[in-house]
């Protein structure tokens, strides 16, 4: 357990950002973090900010001014990382969401009130979703037996059994508020008593039930006084929103029984659930000023003894005897320092003594321990059930400038730097804390934890949560601090493995997930860096590839073959001829007429399907030097015929509209470019297509390409910049620095290779990646970026037909490899 980076805020001269008194923060799927800090102006006016960074890149921060009027008390990601609750001391309620899917854009359409009812515990309502990972299956060839769903009803369905979306509440006086999202943009709230007898809630956690209902445990605050439970059913009756409550059995704290301890732990300070969706095991921990003591309990079904006479009157009553549900201590901790937060892991591994043998066995530790940071600035990772100490880190030895003196440097008797707020990622390998100071501070949590693992199991860990992450989709961010660059060959080898035990269906859908995931872990070794270009060039040409073959229609409307794009697959594929006017003689030439319009439209799309083959095809004679970007293209059989298709495609269109055709620049006025290009092209697929036997390209082939420069001028092609963010450029034991709002100089990557085309200065033209367009050295249109790639687009479409439009939506949420879109500033010269 080691720190990666840590981030802090800049002196201002008029205002200064302090640790708000509540300190909230939450990470979400997407590797978002939001946290709080109160900004305190000269005349000590306070704003509370929400700031949301990103974790690959969190010297970035967006700020918002939350125009809460009291302290925030509580933050909340969506599950999925798209939208944000805060609620405050004055029981206001604000759902945030991305204005124009932008992660440093956000707005408040929506929200509910409880009048001057601070809010103790929120969370969104449940919708369904649970998957449960087996461990000792990992070595399974599918991704069903791995990761399976694990029937859960969702906390409120919709017609149709759709979960409907909406949040509750607790407040500080006992009230439980519930509001629900409409469809159409409505919200319904309602407002209700958790029991009769209306008592002062301090702290309380949500979980939930896999019958679809809600566990709310709260306490007062005092040790002396029980953990109250009670069980919330939501319904909608007569387009109202209707809350049910009923009370479940309470606990008292075991170190409040004990009469030599009962006074020395006087306050309750933490209240928790293992997991959002296990209510049967909930976290206590018992304060003093100086020591806390923390306690796991359990929720169990026990026989009641009955008594002989009453078995032998009613025999059906000894058959089965009767239960009674009771709360039983797990374990509990000796006395410890005061703990200053929790944080509890979102891995789902269940619980039961058998996972926990199994995970003892399998020495999988991610998602087993849970974190407590202490007063003294140390933060321990616990076991989960038997609280048994895992690992330890210290934050003593936080980087500190050399230049900064001795009396500066805080006095060992004032309160110890130490977290307020502390989240685990939603893999467990990363964990961020808050402090008292605002700072901001990444762990790295390695998944041995401390075991001494062989590089082998290792690496089938890291594995096996790459997986977890391409089935759900959550952001993989926090697994790449873990991977060495010598670890990243075989990772990419394994996960491509994995990914073709699959049935073809899921191979299909997660198709994307996979170049993307392969790009990322490619950008952390110096000998896999240029591969990363082909990744996103592959990402690219299947997403032009599809859309293309979208907008071809069938001539006549009943036809119950195959459609245009799949019939032009599979004629290209059947049809090996290396002249490109015999293919296209094979094909339906109506189905490929199209709005001149639209066409046009298309160019810049075509025009880089053109220069891409050039491209690949002139860099074939030295194919020797791996390093360069393009080289797995040679050898990649279904990119090569995907190429190939869509070379017929621009033909047919070029018939219809000469000037959408690619436009290449050649020595002489009589030949054809694109008969040459596609002849060449279909030379080359044929050595290395999948039906046929593979072979190395014949000499021929080679000459021809070595002639190719001689005949038409080769085009630079504008690769995506490698990377500007962390992952890359993190250390070992050497955390960083880092200020927010300030970029940093970042030491040169490990991967800090000069590649042609790959480094940019700040002056060079820039492009817009996805529309191929050129933007200039420094664009007046506003810009965005993926926080994953690097990839920058324009905001506005500056075309509107509809087949641009049908382009635009491939990324209009997230960029084609999954990242964040983030809104760039306007550079200026």
Not at 39 to 61: A, F, G, K, Y
Not at 143 to 169: C, D, N, Y
Not at 636 to 650: A, K, Q, Y
Request: include cysteine; aromatic fraction near 6%.
């Amino acid at each position: 357990m080691d720190l990666a980076y840590i981030c802090e805020w800049e002196k201002w001269p008029k205002s200064t950002h302090c640790p708000s008194g509540p300190l909230a923060c939450t990470w979400s799927c997407r590797n978002l973090i939001a946290f709080t800090t109160d900004l305190r102006s000269d005349d000590q006016d306070l704003t509370r900010m929400i700031h949301i960074l990103d974790t690959e890149h969190p010297w970035d921060v967006h700020s918002i001014r939350s125009e809460h009027s009291e302290a925030i008390t509580c933050l909340e990601w969506d599950q999925s990382g798209s939208r944000l609750l805060s609620a405050d001391a004055d029981g206001q309620i604000k759902c945030w969401s991305m204005a124009d899917h932008l992660a440093n854009s956000w707005e408040s359409p929506v929200g509910s009130v409880v009048e001057g009812d601070p809010i103790v515990a929120l969370s969104w309502l449940h919708n369904g979703v649970k998957l449960a990972l087996h461990v000792e299956k990992s070595g399974a060839s599918s991704f069903g037996e791995k990761f399976s769903r694990v029937k859960f009803s969702p906390s409120l369905t919709l017609f149709g059994g759709k979960p409907m979306e909406g949040w509750i509440a607790v407040t500080v006086s006992g009230l439980v508020t519930v509001s629900l999202l409409k469809p159409s943009g409505q919200v319904l709230t309602s407002t209700e008593s958790l029991c009769r007898l209306r008592g002062r809630v301090a702290l309380a956690d949500i979980a939930f039930t896999g019958g679809g209902n809600i566990v709310v445990a709260t306490a007062d605050g005092s040790s002396a006084s029980p953990v109250q439970l009670y069980k919330v059913c939501v319904s909608v009756v007569n387009e109202k929103c209707r809350i049910d409550t009923e009370l479940l059995p309470s606990l008292f704290m075991r170190c409040t029984t004990d009469l030599s301890r009962r006074d020395r732990l006087p306050a309750i300070t933490h209240l928790k659930f293992l997991a959002r969706d296990m209510s049967e095991q909930v976290l206590l921990c018992a304060s003093s000023q100086t020591s806390s003591v923390v306690e796991c309990w359990s929720l169990r079904k026990e026989g009641l003894p009955v008594n002989n006479i009453f078995q032998q009157l009613s025999p059906a009553v000894g058959d089965k005897q009767p239960t009674i549900l009771k709360w039983r201590i797990l374990s509990a901790t000796n006395d410890l320092d005061r703990v200053s937060a929790v944080a509890l892991p979102k891995l789902p591994i269940s619980l039961t003594n058998t996972d926990l043998k199994v995970a003892s066995d399998t020495q999988f530790y991610p998602g087993l321990g849970l974190a407590l940071a202490f007063h003294d600035g140390s933060v321990h990772i616990v076991h989960r059930l038997s609280l048994q100490t895992m690992a330890i880190f210290y934050s003593s030895a936080a980087p500190r400038p050399i230049d900064e003196p001795a009396l500066k440097r805080p006095r060992t008797t004032g309160p110890a730097v130490h977290f307020k707020a502390m989240q685990l990622s939603w893999t467990s390998l990363a964990l961020v804390g808050i402090d008292n100071h605002g700072r901001l501070s990444m762990l790295r949590i390695s998944p041995s934890m401390g075991h001494s693992l062989d590089v082998g199991l290792a690496l089938r860990h890291l594995l096996f949560l790459l997986e977890y992450c391409m089935v759900t989709g959550y952001d993989w961010w926090d697994i790449l601090l873990h991977v060495q660059p010598g670890m990243v060959q075989s990772l990419v080898e394994k996960l491509h493995e994995e990914y073709t035990r699959q049935k073809a269906e899921l191979q299909q859908v997660l198709s994307t997930r996979i170049l993307a995931m392969k790009a990322s872990l490619c950008k952390l070794s110096p000998c896999t860096v240029t591969r990363v270009c082909d990744y996103h060039a592959k990402l690219f040409l299947i997403a032009i590839s599809s859309t293309l073959k979208s907008l071809l229609r069938p001539h006549v409307l009943n036809t119950p073959d195959k459609s245009p794009g799949d019939r032009l697959t599979e004629i290209c594929a059947k049809i090996t001829d290396v002249d490109i006017d015999k293919v296209m003689i094979n094909l339906k030439t109506e189905e490929f007429v199209l709005d001149m319009n639209t066409l046009q439209a298309l160019q810049q799309l075509l025009q880089w399907v053109g220069d891409f083959v050039l491209y690949l095809l002139a860099s074939l004679p030295n194919q020797g030097s791996p390093l360069r970007p393009g080289h797995s293209f040679l050898r990649d059989g279904t990119s090569l015929g995907m190429l190939r298709e869509l070379m017929v495609v621009i033909r047919i269109w070029g018939l219809l509209k000469p000037s959408c055709l690619p436009v290449y620049t050649a020595t002489s006025d009589t030949q054809d470019s694109m008969s040459l290009l596609f002849r060449l092209l279909t030379k080359l697929w044929i050595c290395c297509r999948d039906e046929g036997p593979t072979s190395e390209p014949d000499e021929a082939l080679v000459d021809e390409c070595c002639l190719l420069p001689s005949q038409l001028l080769i085009p630079s092609l504008d690769w995506l910049p490698v990377s500007d963010g962390l992952v890359s450029r993190l250390q070992p034991k050497q955390p960083l620095r880092l200020h927010f709002g300030k970029a940093p100089a970042l030491p040169g990557s490990s991967t800090g290779l000069q590649l042609d085309g790959l480094i940019r200065a700040p002056g060079q033209p820039k492009m817009d990646h996805l529309r191929r367009l050129h933007l200039g050295a420094y664009p007046t249109e506003a810009c965005k970026a993926c926080t994953r790639c690097g990839c920058v687009t324009m905001l506005k479409s500056p075309n509107k037909t509809t087949a641009v439009k049908q382009w635009e939506q491939r990324w209009i949420k997230n960029c084609l490899c999954g990242g964040l879109w983030w809104r760039m500033p306007l550079s200026y010269p």
